[in-house]
């Protein structure tokens, strides 16, 4: 089964850092971009960042660029976002997807493979 899992979503003060993961099985993980995105409460989904299969190219979003940083270790099947000084506003739930479809760069209209999300809450 093709999937992708995400954890280490936790509630954290603004100022504060998060390191999500993303694990994949059934499928050649180290072919294939790896995506974030988020969806805040009551928003549209946003995407966050993305992460060429290897290695070679990454992209953020304006709003988080400087203080996320997105990598992979392909060795571990296996993406993560490191998140640094949080803000309210990253307050989302935060998906990991793959398989991207028309797709300009690193950013796409549509991914086919979806993560059940992850709940990041910053608050003071």
């Known amino acids: 089964e093709v999937q992708v899992v995400e954890s280490g979503g936790d509630l954290v003060q603004p100022g504060g850092s998060l390191r999500l993961s993303c694990v994949s099985s059934?499928?050649?993980?180290?072919?294939?971009?790896i995506y974030w995105i988020r969806q805040a409460p009551g928003k549209g989904r946003e995407w966050v960042s993305g992460i060429g299969f290897d290695d070679a190219m990454t992209d953020y979003a304006e709003s988080v660029k400087g203080r996320f940083t997105i990598s992979r270790d392909n060795a571990k099947n296996t993406a993560y976002l490191q998140m640094n000084n949080l803000k309210t506003e990253d307050t989302a739930v935060y998906y990991c997807?793959?398989?991207?479809?028309?797709?300009?760069?690193?950013?796409?209209?549509?991914?086919?493979?979806w993560g059940q999300g992850t709940q990041v809450s910053v608050s003071s």
């Open positions: 997807a793959t398989w991207g479809n028309n797709c300009s760069g690193l950013k796409c209209k549509a991914y086919d493979v």
């Open positions: 059934g499928f050649e993980f180290s072919s294939y971009d």
